[in-house]
T-cell receptor, first 116, second 116 residues
Framework: GAGVSQSPRYKVAKRGQDVALRCDPI?????LFWYQQALGQGPEFLTY????????KSGLPSDRFFAERPEGSVSTLKIQRTQQEDSAVYLC??????????????FGPGTRLTVT | AQSVTQLGSHVSVSEGALVLLRCNYS??????LFWYVQYPNQGLQLLLK??????LVKGINGFEAEFKKSETSFHLTKPSAHMSDAAEYFC??????????????FGQGTILTVHP
């Protein structure tokens, strides 16, 4: 079956532009995560959804970052007024259920955002 | 708060040699532990995980890791490196327990190079 897909794979934005990054999780997966991976660093947690509910947004770096998952499947990460420091790979992951961390997170290929 | 330290941002081995990638964690309670591999332009793939039970965990592609609580370590090993093992490896932790939803905290990553 299909894995986690993300689009676009690459995005170049001029500073100040708004961008929207899409994640299609594996069908039926309850949990959805967004991570930010800066160049040469490990991924860092941004936000978590359980179905359509955003239960944790503690990792969002500023109020310019907004995420939604309105129907409990596809999710969109939106960045307003992009800044150069937003340049990174944005990873989406989904897992089957909640209840401990023993459910494997399946990662998408990421969207590489470059802000010029 | 949890944290992960991977010793050595770059490790180079010869084909057929032992692979040892080091990971130490900091956590107030024993966490769940993971190793992920990332090939260029691809998402993260789970190699292995430790949750409970046997402290020596075997994963895919001949990798294994041992959880040592007294040393707060979870080092990744493979007896004989193959050229296809060249990639970036990430150690990660998450909070254990039924109320956890599995948010991952990653180390900085170790790039493994395999020489013929």
């Amino acid at each position: 079956g299909a894995g986690v897909s993300q689009s676009p794979r690459y995005k170049v934005a001029k500073r100040g532009q708004d961008v929207a990054l899409r994640c299609d999780p594996i069908s039926g997966h309850v949990s959805l995560f967004w991570y930010q991976q800066a160049l040469g660093q490990g991924p860092e947690f941004l936000t978590y959804f359980q179905n359509e509910a955003q239960l944790d947004k503690s990792g969002l770096p500023s109020d310019r970052f907004f995420a939604e998952r309105p129907e409990g499947s596809v999710s969109t990460l939106k960045i307003q007024r992009t800044q150069q420091e937003d340049s990174a790979v944005y990873l989406c992951a989904s897992s089957l259920a909640v209840g401990g961390a023993i459910y494997e997170q399946y990662f998408g290929p990421g969207t590489r955002l470059t802000v010029t | 708060a949890q944290s992960v330290t991977q010793l050595g941002s770059h490790v180079s081995v010869s084909e057929g040699a032992l692979v040892l990638l080091r990971c130490n964690y900091s956590s107030s309670v024993p966490p769940y532990l993971f190793w992920y591999v990332q090939y260029p332009n691809q998402g993260l793939q789970l190699l292995l995980k430790y949750t409970t039970g046997a402290t020596l965990v075997k994963g895919i592609n001949g990798f294994e890791a041992e959880f040592k609580k007294s040393e707060t370590s979870f080092h990744l090993t493979k007896p004989s490196a193959h050229m296809s093992d060249a990639a970036e490896y990430f150690c990660a932790v998450s909070m254990a327990g039924g109320t956890s939803y599995g948010k991952l905290t990653f180390g900085q990553g170790t790039i493994l190079t395999v020489h013929p």
